[in-house]
């Protein structure tokens, strides 16, 4: 993409300039007092939002803001959020880069000057704030950076790139975030053994939290661009278990043939499975832009769980993402059930070809490490 045709934001020099003026502000208790007196220096006013309402389309559902910066940026619009229970206690500073700008319509799709524009912005943030993202996650996709007092984000929503400045004394509660979906972040970053928010409670119900995640795993891991693996398996049998990944637009899902207790081959031919050797495998296609696939891989992995006898309460998950010269550990906040990452032994990855990579796994060292390669 020619960013020369992304109006004002078109030069790498224009995004680096509005970071360093955020990022100059040196905000500590977040008063509005506090965050007038600062943006003044930039030239920027506060002026308020009434009645305080939604007034960006790249806002989370329902976030209701209470200021908006007029002057502020050169360029999109820029709002501030207060603590529900406090209105002189800012919260959230975002800056939707896309707010009124028209873009080139590309063969690739609507999206496709955006998407390239949050890379670059992506790229940028990590050279000025001199360290990689803590984290990404998504409904987004979304890549944040921990800092004191202040936290910065930047994500992709649908057609709009959005940069958030927050306060890190608030959680996203206080900020009127939804809960990811999906996070990832640096293994030794991850919580080991960490409870479970709120436990699934049968089947049906892993179904549908699965089905979200990958939804938003599909659509999310292209734009960075990533792909991912999940593994969900019994913990006191990892012989019994599922693995999905992503290429491209397509989900993979693997899951073991040589379970005698369970149903016959008929019962996986039925449902579109094929063997191949020791693994049942199917690929489901049109994950990324159609979420009705991705409900039915989550469907046939839950089935494949069952049919091994897994038990619910015995189920557990682990998964990577890899994209930009990074692997980082996928944690699901919402499946319901835990992460336990395999203690030492070794995982089958997916490959193709008939080939299979076999990869060891161990506790303390999670980036994978081709072993040995063994085709049949």
């Known amino acids: 993409m020619q960013r020369d045709e992304y109006r004002y934001w078109s030069s790498d020099k224009r995004f680096h300039d509005l970071v360093a003026q955020l990022t100059s502000l040196q905000l500590r208790s977040w008063t509005m007092a506090?965050?007038?007196?600062?943006?003044?220096?930039?030239?920027?006013?506060?002026?308020?939002?009434?009645?305080?309402?939604?007034?960006?389309?790249?806002?989370?559902?329902?976030?209701?803001?209470?200021?908006?910066?007029?002057?502020?940026?050169?360029?999109?619009?820029?709002?501030?959020?207060?603590?529900?229970?406090?209105?002189?206690?800012a919260v959230l500073l975002t800056v939707n880069l896309s707010q009124g700008i028209n873009f080139k319509d590309y063969d690739?799709?609507?999206?496709?000057?955006?998407?390239?524009?949050?890379?670059?912005?992506?790229?940028?943030?990590?050279?000025?704030?001199?360290?990689?993202?803590?984290?990404?996650?998504g409904l987004g996709p979304r890549m944040l950076w921990e800092r004191p007092d202040t936290n910065l984000a930047l994500r992709l929503d649908r057609d709009q790139v959005v940069l958030e400045m927050m306060c890190t004394a608030f959680?996203?509660?206080?900020?009127?975030?939804?809960?990811?979906?999906?996070?990832?972040?640096?293994?030794?970053?991850?919580?080991?053994?960490?409870?479970?928010?709120?436990?699934?409670?049968?089947?049906?119900?892993?179904?549908?939290?699965?089905?979200?995640?990958?939804?938003?795993?599909c659509s999310d891991s292209p734009l960075f661009p990533a792909t991912f693996r999940l593994h969900l398996r019994s913990m006191t049998d990892p012989k019994r278990y599922v693995i999905t990944w992503n290429t491209h637009h397509t989900l993979g899902i693997e899951g073991p043939a040589n379970d005698t207790d369970g149903p016959g081959p008929d019962h996986f031919t039925g449902l579109g499975w094929m063997r191949q050797h020791e693994v049942w495998r199917q690929w489901v296609d049109n994950t990324r832009f159609t979420p009705q696939r991705a409900e039915i891989a989550a469907d046939r992995l839950v089935d494949a769980l069952r049919a091994q006898q897994v038990e619910l309460a015995d189920l557990a998950y682990h998964g990577l993402i890899d994209g930009r010269d990074r692997q980082l550990t996928v944690e699901l906040p919402e499946l319901g059930s835990p992460r336990r990452e395999p203690d030492a032994y070794t995982t089958l990855t997916p490959t193709w070809h008939g080939c299979r990579f076999l990869v060891p796994v161990v506790s303390g060292w999670r980036r994978l490490v081709t072993g040995l390669t063994k085709c049949r």
């Open 171 to 217: 959680d996203s509660d206080a900020r009127q975030e939804p809960r990811p979906l999906w996070r990832a972040t640096e293994s030794a970053a991850v919580p080991t053994g960490a409870p479970v928010r709120v436990e699934v409670t049968s089947w049906d119900d892993l179904r549908e939290r699965l089905g979200a995640a990958l939804r938003a795993l």
């Open 108 to 137: 690739d799709g609507p999206q496709y000057s955006e998407v390239e524009f949050a890379r670059s912005a992506w790229s940028m943030l990590e050279h000025t704030l001199g360290s990689p993202a803590t984290s990404w996650s």
């Open 34 to 89: 506090e965050l007038e007196a600062a943006v003044s220096t930039l030239g920027w006013q506060l002026r308020p939002v009434v009645p305080a309402r939604a007034v960006d389309l790249a806002l989370w559902t329902q976030q209701i803001v209470d200021w908006e910066l007029s002057p502020g940026p050169r360029a999109g619009l820029a709002t501030v959020m207060t603590a529900n229970t406090d209105p002189q206690q």
